[in-house]
Structure formats: structure tokens, C-alpha cells
């Protein structure tokens, strides 16, 4: 399923953004979606996942309570409502589908998801 995701920016210290990732083609409730981040030099590492079916919340610790992810299926949308944004936030964000039903040990492995948008920079700073 392509994936389009927007909302990146330039904010300061404290401030806030809501990324969104527009899905086209496919069913998007049947996959389960998911937020990872990326600096230069590192690794691609675990934001947030929304599970299908259940509909299970996960969030990386560095974000627990500053991140929001939500869905909205009737808008085939992801979102990442992200506040008190810190200069570490600072990345490119990528969000990511997967046709199955992730499992609490699995949605943080970047390779259990089968499609990737094209990713947003985020950039915090004063």
C-alpha cells in the first residue's frame, strides 16, 4: 500500500507537530501502522505503533507522553500528534504498514512491516 507522509517542520523547543501518512490502495484497517525515526548515522528506531484488529497503542519510551498515535480508517490516515518536542526529536520520520496483526514483541522490528512512505523531516530547534 503507498504511503504519504506530511506535516514536518521546523519548530522550537516546546513546541508541537502532527505528522499524518495518507495510505492509497488497499484496505487500510487490515494493516497494522506504525511511526519509526531516523538521524544520520543511526539506526531506524521505534516511535509508535497502532495494531489492526485490537486496535493496541504502543509508544517508545523516549516519546510516552509527549506522542500521540491515532488513526482514522474512514480516512485511510495515520497520525503522530507529537508535543514538547525536544532538539533529540530531531529526525526523519517514516511511517510504515504491515498486513498483519503485530503481536507486543513484534512492533517495534522495522522488519516486520512491508511498506515505507517516503519519510518527513522534523527538525527541532531554536
Known amino acids: 500500500v503507498p504511503l504519504q507522509a506530511s506535516g514536518g517542520g521546523l519548530v522550537q523547543p516546546g513546541g508541537s507537530l502532527r505528522l499524518s501518512c495518507a495510505a492509497s490502495g488497499g484496505t487500510f484497517s487490515a494493516y497494522s501502522m506504525a511511526w519509526f525515526r531516523q538521524t544520520p548515522g543511526k539506526e531506524r528506531e521505534f516511535v509508535a505503533a497502532y495494531t489492526r484488529n485490537r486496535g493496541i497503542r504502543y509508544h517508545a519510551d523516549s516519546v510516552k507522553g509527549r506522542f500521540t498515535i491515532s488513526r482514522d480508517n474512514a480516512k485511510n490516515t495515520l497520525y503522530l500528534q507529537m508535543t514538547s518536542l525536544k532538539p533529540e526529536d530531531t529526525a526523519v520520520y517514516f511511517c510504515?504498514?504491515?498486513?498483519?496483526?503485530?503481536?507486543?514483541?513484534?512492533?517495534?522490528?522495522?522488519?516486520?512491516?512491508?511498506?515505507w512512505g517516503q519519510g518527513t523531516q522534523v527538525t527541532v530547534s531554536s
Open positions: 510504515a504498514a504491515s498486513p498483519l496483526g503485530l503481536i507486543t514483541s513484534e512492533v517495534r522490528r522495522e522488519n516486520n512491516y512491508d511498506y
